[in-house]
């Protein structure tokens, strides 16, 4: 595990041809033991399940114009099954933008990662990346399932972003996003963050013990929130 240095942080070298390990920049060899084989709570956040985008009033009855001017164009032209489908896809759009997104919850467990109702195996799971999507930081992480193929999820803020990437770090290497940085796919999947973007407290990963030990609090910190949460 290789690293460069910042004033005041430490910054971890990207690529996973830098280090030995074949879980990549983030994994600590035998951390994954410490767990028991019963289940445990490692992080869990909870955020919107989709981006919100505020549209004004006028872009909505914009929107429901088109879609009017649209589906009676095609019922005058002899498509009225076409005229029902433009009004249908814009009604869904309209209910996208109108209605506000959900609150959901996200764990990282010991033996998968669990959202939306749905816990995923780790060997379901490939890998995972990070990238700021309309200013908003997002967490894929990709499958090897038919459906879904890559898990959307987004996170709140930057230090959950980091604390997320070394608990995941300990089953799953984070991707190769060079392949992603092209204008159509930052323009779906947005902007890339490589894993020397994401910055730790100073020396933790000159020592690894320190770092064990870092890692260690904040899954304790986890672990007690979380039944705080589920007391509620």
């Not at 995972?128 to 890559?150: E, K, M, Q």
């Amino acid at each position: 595990m290789s690293s460069s240095k910042t004033s005041g942080t430490t910054k971890i070298t990207a690529g996973f041809e830098q280090t030995q390990s074949p879980r990549g920049v983030f994994y600590l060899e035998g951390l994954e033991n410490l767990f028991s084989n019963v289940p445990v709570v490692l992080y869990h956040w909870t955020a919107p399940d989709r981006i919100a985008y505020r549209k004004p009033l006028a872009l909505k009855g914009m929107l429901a114009f088109i879609a009017l001017v649209l589906g009676l164009y095609f019922w005058w032209v002899g498509q009225p099954l076409m005229s029902l489908a433009v009004v249908a896809i814009f009604y869904l759009y309209y209910l996208i933008i109108s209605v506000s997104p959900l609150q959901v919850k996200h764990v990282i467990y010991s033996n998968g990662f669990f959202s939306i109702d749905r816990l995923y195996p780790w060997e379901n799971l490939v890998d995972f990346w990070f990238a700021n999507l309309d200013g908003r930081y997002v967490l894929y992480i990709n499958t090897n399932l038919n459906f879904p193929g890559r898990l959307v999820v987004l996170v709140p803020d930057r230090k959950q972003m980091e604390e997320i990437a070394l608990i995941l770090g300990q089953f799953l290497p984070y991707a190769n996003v060079t392949t992603l940085n092209n204008r159509w796919a930052r323009l779906l999947w947005g902007d890339p963050i490589t894993p020397d973007q994401l910055v730790l407290p100073e020396d933790l990963l000159y020592n690894k013990d320190q770092l064990q030990k870092y890692i260690m609090q904040i899954i304790k910190k986890a672990q007690k929130s979380f039944k705080g949460v589920e007391n509620e």
